[in-house]
């Protein structure tokens, strides 16, 4: 392989001078040519080469030491990335190992989350049919209950309804007490005031289209003891002149209505207020008789309870204004007070009939200059000034 080495020996003869040996397998060096070259001392050629080789032998080791020391090196780093390889692949031997540990406890948590979701739903199928068990058993409990609730209910709406059926026969026995009283009382009144009837009263007009002229009209009462009540009301209404200057407002094709309302003759003039202050603004109730209904040319009391407005009828209102004829009356029973007709002055009822009106209200109101009783004796003037509103 490589030279085993120089080895320098000292001469035999005590010479300062190496004596050069070679080895068996090459080495450089020859005894014997030494010995030739020491006994040669004028000679130094050979000693020159003899150093050449040793130089050239020197520097040889010294290179081959170095790509020694160089693959030396590199054999360690080579040696080290494969222990870095190796840790490596160590590493994710035991990364792979985990992962597969992870996958094999994944899958045994999923047997598991599977085992737990079938007795999940075993366990909902036990609440559904239980659910419905309880469902069933609120149904008939419900049922029952409810069968009961209508009994109590029943019996006491049917205990109720008695008492509101009683209450209600009560006050409607009242109600008729009270309106024969009242009735009784107008009737007397009335006799004492107006005597006993028939009663008529005059309406002394002015039409908007004619100022200059006057036109009546006569209205008679109901028998006394048919309508007492609205007999009586009107006729104080008369006596104390409260129509005195109202007027006819409104004409449809069924009725001409007055109303305390004032026309152009007396544009600012209060004349409601006075129908409140003689308390004669409404009926006390809305007296009706099936043997005074309203045919064509009757006079009726318009509103519910009504008053003080009154109203001609110009066509058969007997269904209409009649007992049930109102339908968005809550007392459907109730009817329009028919207390009068027109007996003469009929002419002047067309002439009112033939006004221009715009939604049937006339244009220009219809004045009223008078309303007055006829044939009113002075023993009744003397009585209502004593009692004027009776």
Known sequence: MMHEGL??????????????????????????????????????????????????????????????????????????????????EKEISKQVNR????????????????????????????????????????????EEVGQEWKK????????????????????????ALLRSRIARENRRETIEAFGPGPHKVLFTLILPNLPNERFEFIMEMAPIDLMPHTVHTFLQQVHHKLWDGCTF??????????????????????????????SLDKVYFQEYSQEYPHVTNTVGISGRPGGPDFYINLVDNTDNHGPGGQIDNILKEEADPCFGKIISGLDVIEKMKNLPTTDYEFDKFVHIESARIMGSSLKAEDYLKGNPTF
Do not use: W
Request: proline residues 3%; hydrophobic residues 35%; aromatic residues 8%.
């Open 7 to 88: 080895k320098l020996r000292k001469r035999s003869s005590g010479s300062d001078l190496p004596s050069f040996s070679s080895s068996s397998n090459g080495q450089i060096g020859n005894s014997n040519f030494y010995s030739k070259t020491s006994k040669s001392k004028g000679n130094s050629f050979p000693l020159l080469v003899s150093i050449l080789v040793l130089l050239a032998s020197l520097l040889s080791s010294t290179v081959f030491f170095s790509k020694y020391r160089s693959a030396l090196k590199e054999a360690k780093r080579l040696t080290y990335e494969l222990d870095q390889l190796m840790n490596s």
């Open 99 to 142: 992962e597969h540990a992870e996958g094999d406890q994944a899958d045994r948590d999923l047997i598991q989350v599977e085992i737990d979701l079938s007795r999940k739903k075993l366990t909902l199928i036990d609440l559904k049919e239980h659910s419905t068990h309880l469902e069933d058993s609120m149904t008939n409990v419900a």
């Open 152 to 175: 109590v209910i029943g019996e006491a709406r049917s205990n109720e309804t008695m008492k509101c059926f009683k209450k209600e026969e009560q006050f409607r026995n009242r109600a």
């Open 249 to 278: 407002v409104f004409c449809a094709e069924h009725i001409l209505q007055a109303s305390p309302m004032p026309s152009d003759l007396n544009p600012h003039a209060d004349l409601r207020q006075p129908f409140y202050e003689n």
